[in-house]
């Protein structure tokens, strides 16, 4: 895939996650306008460079004459604090439970395996929308729903590279010597299998991006009036023939920093692991 | 040896589908707030009518009875009655059925015809300007937001150009007799050519939103276990005997190359699914994921949990046919 994505283009795709991820740290200052500010003058007014529009809002206003910059830069929080913090939680768990299963083996790994062969029966976004429609929406609720699943891909990695590490020499050294297992697994095999992980979670991130916006269109995510993309897009699909701002920018937020991740993520699975080269 | 293999597979189903059976009871159980309470919510219920429906869905019993009741009659197909509706859970859910089937296939069909020709095209001019279209055509596919998408597509091709239709599954002047449920089947069956365009020319925009991420993902894997076969010494073998390019690829390539893309496509089949939900939203389609995100706000939980199970088994199933399916096809595989 490197000889596919040149150095440049891996490096404009960082570039732009850093600039989603200082555009959300800095909303309050970045953003133009407060996000839940209404104005029924502004409804529907189109982006700054079509007629009646008004470059003060660039990207035009939504039915309820709120801007729409200000509400992607607001939506971005929402959209990255969910990929972070779902993934950390998620890789947390899957290592813990990975390193478990796959040096412990015996029942540990029987029960672990088990669960995860469950989980994986499920189709992902099924499985969240059947908790969220019994949480009820909310962002906790969404982090909670997404990293009950979401474990299990960490996990799988984990048990696999643990295994494989299990048999090597410098383990079998540290056991001779008669370190605990506890011991073993966190300073002897987890330190080895870490790129892989680190790998997996940055390319997970666009896809957990992907899910909560998903939710959020179905109208089981984020509520209103807190801006996500997900919701943005949903409420500007009433509008579509008239003002195809409203759902189209919000859209192109998702694609350009889900795109932009999955970009960079592959520069970095190619730095931190040769084996995944074509 | 190899039934013994099938049916220790199949033996792994059990415990597999058991325990899918009881996060889905758990699910919908364990959650705060009494089932009863939130479904009369609204309608001046007293507390007696209260009790009386927690009593005629077995709340007031313990939670291991109520799991065995509920699997006893799930084993059956009943899921008791759907509140919104006033009929059987089960006959709501086999009228949505069909239209959830034929969208699914007809995104699976498009994405292995997208899918297969282009990963071997790439794999075969591995760095040429195909390759690399291809690449970054299927970084796009994966990274597409689906409802976005399927919303564009409409404004594009719906409402600016007005080649098709905005919504729905069909016409209502060209609804075919139903027999089967399948709109392009029953077409066909009864021969209605105007309805099959008219199915047809629904069913195009969303199974292209539904198809593309899968599209994407097999693009990639067939590209990558093609680049993989070409490298074997059985195709330098058949280059060596002088057949022609065309013919290794189809005969030799192609067959061992396609493994991966199978079982790939089994476990996507899971982002099919669950994509339904988000594709039937955007195009008002008659099928049962939007009818799961419809029931979800007006809290008809039994039609959720039936739908969710029903979910969870196909994907299993789904899965189970693929790895046998990988069983047979590849002859390495001795179990």
């Avoid at chain 1, 200052?29 to 009646?52: K, S």
Wanted: net charge neutral; with cysteine; proline share 6%.
């Amino acid at each position: 895939m490197a000889e596919l994505l040149p150095g440049r283009l891996a490096r404009l795709a960082a570039l732009t996650v850093l600039a989603f991820v200082l555009m959300a740290a800095f909303a309050p200052w970045v953003a133009p306008h407060d996000p839940g500010a209404t104005d029924l003058f502004r409804r529907l007014q189109p982006p700054g460079w079509m007629e009646e529009g008004d470059w003060a809002f660039p990207l035009g206003c939504d039915a309820l004459g709120r801007d729409i910059l200000s509400r992607i830069i607001y939506g971005a929080r929402v959209s990255i604090f969910i990929g972070v913090v779902v993934v950390l939680i998620a890789t947390m768990i899957g290592v813990a439970a990975g390193l478990a299963a796959g040096y412990l083996r015996g029942w540990v790994d029987r029960v672990i395996s088990g669960l995860v062969d469950i989980l994986l029966g499920f189709p992902y976004l099924i499985f969240a929308v059947g908790l969220m429609a019994m949480m009820g929406p909310g962002v906790l609720n969404m982090v909670l729903a997404l990293a009950y699943k979401e474990w299990v891909v960490p996990c799988r990695v984990v048990r696999g590279e643990t295994l494989a590490a299990r048999e090597t020499e410098y383990v079998e050294a540290a056991r001779a010597i008669g370190a605990s297992s506890a011991t073993i697994m966190a300073h002897e095999v987890l330190p080895n299998i870490l790129s892989p992980v680190i790998v997996v979670a940055t390319v997970r991130i666009a896809q957990v991006i992907i899910l909560e916006a998903s939710l959020s269109f179905l109208g089981l995510g984020v509520q209103p009036p807190a801006a996500s993309w997900g919701s943005m897009v949903a409420d500007g699909r009433g509008y579509i023939l008239d003002a195809w701002w409203v759902s189209t920018f919000p859209g192109f937020a998702i694609l350009l920093l889900v795109l932009s991740i999955n970009v960079a993520s592959q520069a970095v699975r190619d730095a931190l692991d040769p084996r995944f080269h074509d | 040896m190899r039934s013994v293999a099938l049916l220790q597979r199949l033996l792994h189903l059990v415990p597999v589908l058991f325990g899918v059976t009881v996060i889905v009871f758990l699910m919908m159980s364990l959650t705060p707030g009494d089932p009863a309470e939130i479904m009369l919510a609204n309608q001046n219920a007293t507390p007696e009518q209260v009790a009386s429906l927690r009593h005629d869905m077995g709340l007031d019993r313990s939670l291991p009875t109520r799991f065995v009741t509920f699997v006893g009659h799930a084993v059956q197909g009943e899921f008791g009655l759907s509140l919104f509706h006033r009929r059987p859970v089960a006959a709501v859910i086999a009228e949505r059925l069909p239209a959830t089937i034929e969208l699914s296939a007809a995104a699976l069909l498009f994405a292995l015809f997208m899918a297969i020709p282009l990963g071997v095209v790439a794999a075969v001019h591995r760095g040429g300007i195909l390759d690399r279209l291809a690449t970054v055509g299927s970084l796009f596919g994966v990274s597409l937001p689906g409802f976005w998408f399927g919303i564009l597509l409409l404004l594009a091709f719906a409402v600016n150009l007005r080649l098709l239709p905005v919504s729905g599954a069909i016409d209502f002047a060209h609804q075919p007799p139903g027999l089967t449920g399948f709109l392009v089947i029953d077409s066909v069956l009864a021969g209605r050519m105007d309805s099959l365009g008219n199915a047809l020319a629904h069913l195009l925009l969303p199974a292209i939103t539904l198809g593309l991420p899968m599209a994407a993902i097999l693009m990639r894997v067939t590209r990558a276990s093609m680049l993989e076969v070409l490298r074997q010494d059985y195709i330098t073998f058949a280059e060596a005997k002088g057949l022609g390019r065309t013919r290794i690829l189809a005969l030799h390539a192609l067959k061992n190359a396609l493994l991966p893309t199978v079982t790939v496509a089994a476990i996507e089949t899971g982002s099919l699914l669950g994509g339904n939900m988000v594709v039937e939203t955007v195009f008002g389609w008659p099928g049962l994921g939007r009818l799961v995100v419809e029931s979800i706000f007006v809290r008809n939980y039994p039609l959720v949990q039936a739908a969710v199970l029903l979910y969870a088994v196909t994907y299993v199933l789904v899965n189970f046919v693929a790895d046998m399916l990988y069983t047979v096809l590849n002859p390495r595989v001795r179990m």
